[in-house]
């Protein structure tokens, strides 16, 4: 069954973190992004009202993106180590070496 609707090529952006704070935001042509920053808090109840300042100080067109089916991906700002990037690489390298392992024994059983 061939559907009559046409897909449209998904636009992508990417977002560098620098490890002093820094962002740069990168995306093709047509894609608009809105970076917003949310106060720093020291309590649950301040992380609250910290995320509520900043969706009221949200442009309109922004604020109605701001939902948990449109998260698409989650990051951290902190530095990335050269101890965490090993281990990250090495977990890598395992999860393939794991994914490889029914072809393996479906060869080692043939």
Do not use: W
């Amino acid at each position: 069954m061939q559907s009559n609707t046409k897909r449209h090529p998904q636009q992508r952006g990417l977002i560098l973190l620098h490890p002093d704070g820094y962002l740069e935001v990168f995306a093709e042509r047509g894609v608009e992004f809105h970076v917003a920053r949310i106060p720093a808090a020291f309590s649950i109840e301040g992380e609250c009202q910290a995320e509520e300042v900043m969706e009221a100080l949200l442009p309109g067109r922004f604020r109605e993106l701001y939902r948990a089916d449109y998260l698409r991906e989650v990051a951290s700002t902190r530095p990335l180590l050269p101890s965490t990037l090993k281990q990250a690489l090495g977990m890598k390298d395992l999860l393939r070496l794991l994914g490889d392992l029914p072809a393996k024994l479906q060869e080692a059983a043939a």
